[in-house]
């Protein structure tokens, strides 16, 4: 069973930037994903896919903790033509992140260098949100409150968010065995080196919440439908509409 440190003995956000500053190639392959991740190609598509099947005129898209852009390019894959706000810790990903998007939209592309907590995203600006992999570095239930009513906030009436990201169980005995399951995927993709590498990252960065805590989040803040894409694991690919 993984041992979650507290928040306090966590990574900061700077040693957060630091490493993904020197891994943008790992995320820059839409046709493999991140590996690291179960289901992580599989999740992709089926958030694009549900984010243009609920927002088909959409004409504005945040992509939060974006990477090196694979969301935003699978989303634009079906709806072409809309204006794109990338935000990411790492200088690095985000200049790969426009570079791979701009080819891909007939809209406009801007970035913005910063923690999501620190962001002012403004009311009612974007039609679609999707963040990937980037809540689990929230810490206490405030901020993942705070960050939550802010992104409501920020999405137009009807507008969507879909999120992928590392969860926790409720049940110990079901996360022990979740976690010997999660280990069981890395040592096939690679070995128990990688198994040990991944395991060690998370532990040291990582607070991921259950997928029901966050389900029934957004739920508080005024999310009116909640969708469940996919679970495998300790990963889910999840949405709702405000």
């Known amino acids: 069973m993984m041992s979650f440190k507290s928040a306090e003995m966590k990574s900061t956000v700077e040693q957060i930037r630091e490493r993904f ?11 493999i994903g991140n590996t690291a991740q179960v289901d992580s190609v599989l999740s992709l598509e089926l958030i694009a896919e549900a984010a243009a099947a609920a927002n088909p005129e959409a004409q504005t898209l945040l992509d939060i903790g974006c990477g090196a852009g694979n969301y935003s390019l699978k989303v634009l894959g079906n709806i ?13 990903m985000l200049e790969r992140a426009c570079l791979r998007v701009s080819g891909a939209t007939s809209g406009k592309v801007r970035t913005i260098q910063a923690d999501i907590r620190e962001i002012d995203l403004g009311e009612a600006q974007f039609d679609i949100i999707v963040a990937s992999s980037v809540f689990h570095h929230l810490r206490t239930d405030a901020e993942w409150r705070s960050v939550f009513i802010k992104l409501h906030r920020a999405l137009k009436p009807g507008g969507t968010i879909w999120i992928f990201d590392l969860i926790q169980h409720v049940m110990p ?7 010997e399951r999660y280990g069981r995927y890395l040592t096939g993709v690679k070995d128990e080196a990688y198994r040990n590498l991944v395991f060690s990252y998370i532990e040291q960065e990582d607070t991921p919440k259950p997928l029901t805590f966050q389900l029934d989040l957004l739920r508080s803040v005024g999310f009116r439908e909640i969708e469940v894409l996919h679970k495998n694991v300790s990963f889910a690919a999840f949405g709702a509409r405000k």
Do not use: A, I, Y
Not at 21 to 31: A, I, Q, T, Y
């Open 21 to 31: 500053d020197n891994d943008v190639e790992r995320f820059s392959h839409l046709d």
């Open 80 to 92: 072409p033509t809309v204006d794109v706000t990338l935000t990411d810790l790492s200088q690095p």
């Open 173 to 179: 005995r079901v996360e022990q065995r979740m976690w």
